[in-house]
């Protein structure tokens, strides 16, 4: 699918190709770019129309950057700014730029968001907002048909005004990534296996709640070994497990998402509380020599729910980044 629209210019950004700087942070979201059939190219070059594609944030923390997959000759420019709240939005733009294309065919072009200090909460809202001058920019996305289910990211496009845009089955494609800091919570209950989403928690289980994961005390300090993670919401006297990974994932997983994948380790079989609660202590000496000085994993607990929504036997809190 190709759309040809000619859109209004914006005041002068920073110039920005590829970037190198030292990438981190947490893989908040990401509206796909997919193959044939659902494939999109928004020409975005001209004078005329502004896009808005609204983002919602699943995690708590700074917006780090974003990525855009961007498509048209090498040297085509596409301006960039960022406006909070949900879209149409007409606010002060919190960040602007210009990403110049430095490759032929399409382009994934990293957006460095840190000087802009945007805070983000799960459900915060802001917009994207593209615009070209003429050069033959685009920016890639997707098109779902009605027959072919909802579209590829749950929120809407807009261009010019607060319409969602043809339909409402286009999307800009696009990655989101938190700032991470030493311990940043993300994973939180959106599009859980059976509609038992949870804001701030992990997906919802037989308590109405969803369990929550977080710092209770102590550092990712490797020669202090004092983190304490506590688990809250939690069914009472019930089987838990944290585990760890080095890479983060999201896939539904019993009556949760799992979000912890690549090289993993559990700590061992524990019961919760009366109350429905848990703390995981000592995570260096039980690593078996996994967590290192400099080293970044994901945590998140496992724990059995048989009484939970969706009758699968077991859920999971939101996940952990730790930076040690």
Not at 6 to 21: E, H, N, P
Not at 230 to 243: G, I, R, S, W
Not at 254 to 263: E, F, H, I, W
Request: hydrophobic fraction near 40%; charged fraction near 10%.
């Amino acid at each position: 699918m190709h759309l040809r629209h000619i859109l209004r210019s914006i005041a002068a950004g920073l110039a920005l190709a590829a970037t190198t700087w030292a990438q981190s942070g947490v893989l908040d979201q990401s509206s796909p770019v997919p193959g044939a059939g659902q494939w999109a190219n928004f020409n975005v070059s001209g004078a005329s129309y502004v896009w808005q594609q609204q983002v919602r944030a699943n995690a708590t923390g700074e917006l780090e950057r974003l990525a855009l997959h961007v498509t048209g000759p090498v040297a085509s420019r596409v301006y960039v700014r960022l406006r909070a709240g949900a879209g149409w939005s007409s606010a002060a733009p919190f960040f602007a730029t210009t990403l110049v294309k430095s490759a032929s065919g399409g382009q994934w072009v990293d957006i460095d968001t840190r000087a802009a200090h945007f805070a983000v909460t799960p459900g915060a809202t802001f917009v994207i907002e593209l615009v070209g001058d003429g050069s033959g920019g685009g920016v890639a996305g997707s098109y779902t048909p009605s027959t072919q289910g909802a579209p590829q990211y749950s929120e809407p496009l807009f261009l010019g005004g607060s319409t969602c845009y043809a339909g409402c089955r286009w999307r800009i494609g696009f990655r989101m990534y938190v700032a991470a800091g030493d311990v940043t919570e993300f994973c939180f209950g959106a599009a859980c296996p059976c509609g038992n989403d949870a804001a701030n928690a992990g997906c919802r289980n037989s308590t109405g709640l969803g369990a929550k994961l977080s710092r209770a005390s102590g550092t990712t300090s490797v020669a202090q070994d004092d983190l304490v993670l506590a688990a809250t919401q939690l069914p009472h006297d019930v089987n838990a497990t944290l585990f760890i990974g080095n890479l983060q994932s999201r896939t539904p997983f019993y009556d949760g998402v799992r979000c912890v994948g690549g090289t993993t380790q559990r700590f061992g079989v524990f019961k919760t509380s009366a109350n429905g609660t848990a703390q995981v202590v000592a995570l260096i000496a039980n690593s078996n020599g996994a967590i290192s000085a400099g080293s970044t994993w994901f945590a998140q607990l496992w724990y059995r729910d048989f009484g939970g929504p969706c009758a699968h036997g077991s859920n999971l809190t939101n996940a952990l980044q730790l930076v040690f």
